[in-house]
């Protein structure tokens, strides 16, 4: 029976192979000319499972995914710069995070009292620290948001342990298993920069050259469904009881 899962999983993996082969070359032409940010998205062919958004779109549009898409690349660029600090100062040199906010807190307001008192002494403007104050309505507004939030996740959370949702239950399943197995390689930390650099770095090579991975990815799904459709018939065949007459035959 093992020998048998083996010798199916290896013509599959054959057959996907040898199917990869015949795929037609892409010119860079092709692949660079679709993508405009100006211009907006072109779906002329199927898009990754069903995909019918643009990228900008997909990942809540705004400041958020212009600076995720390198729309500003300042922002995202400075933002991928001190994360990578961040993670050097914590993961290579050891620093310690409370060690080093409550330092540059010192180092701030020693800085700014002696600014203040010596422009006080010498008779000049003091620093131009402005006044920092949460109007009320933000603070609201973003209590209702988490409110909300957290209720719609809660929800999920009690429609899977219910055994409501199985296709969210999988997923669920898939991903901590997935933090499972990455959370024994790195550090927390380690794991959360390359998240950062992850989101920055995948999302926008795959707008620059969404018509080549849609296409091999989209070959590859329909020929793992069509590899395991035959597995699938195989094994519902070979279960199906058969009587003597095609025994016979067979012997």
């Not at 409370?98 to 020693?110: D, G, K, R």
């Not at 898939?174 to 380690?190: E, I, K, R």
């Amino acid at each position: 029976m093992a020998a048998d899962g083996a010798s199916s999983a290896a013509a599959i993996l054959s057959s996907v192979l040898e199917n990869f082969k015949n795929l037609p070359a892409s010119s860079p032409a092709h692949s660079s000319s679709h993508f405009h940010p100006s211009s907006g998205p072109r779906f002329d062919s199927a898009r990754l499972f069903g995909r019918q958004r643009a990228v900008h779109d997909l990942l809540g549009g705004g400041h958020s995914a212009d600076v995720l898409l390198w729309r500003k690349r300042n922002l995202s660029a400075g933002f991928l710069a001190v994360a990578t600090v961040i993670w050097v100062l914590f993961e290579w040199i050891g620093y310690h995070f409370i060690s080093v906010v409550s330092f540059f807190l010192l180092v701030a307001i020693v800085g700014l009292f002696a600014w203040s008192y010596a422009a006080l002494m010498l008779n000049r403007d003091p620093p131009p620290v402005p006044k920092l104050e949460l109007p009320d309505e933000v603070v609201l507004k973003v209590a209702k948001t988490l409110n909300m939030e957290i209720n719609k996740m809660l929800n999920i959370l009690h429609e899977i342990a219910i055994g409501k949702d199985p296709v969210r239950f999988a997923k669920l399943v898939g991903a901590l298993a997935l933090l499972v197995l990455f959370g024994s390689w790195f550090q927390f930390l380690t794991l959360f920069y390359l998240a950062i650099v992850a989101v920055h770095t995948l999302p926008v090579l795959y707008e620059k050259n969404e018509d080549v991975i849609d296409r091999y990815a989209q070959r590859a799904l329909d020929e793992l469904n069509n590899q395991f459709r035959k597995v699938d018939t195989s094994v519902l065949l070979s279960k199906i009881p058969r009587g003597p007459a095609a025994q016979k035959r067979e012997d």
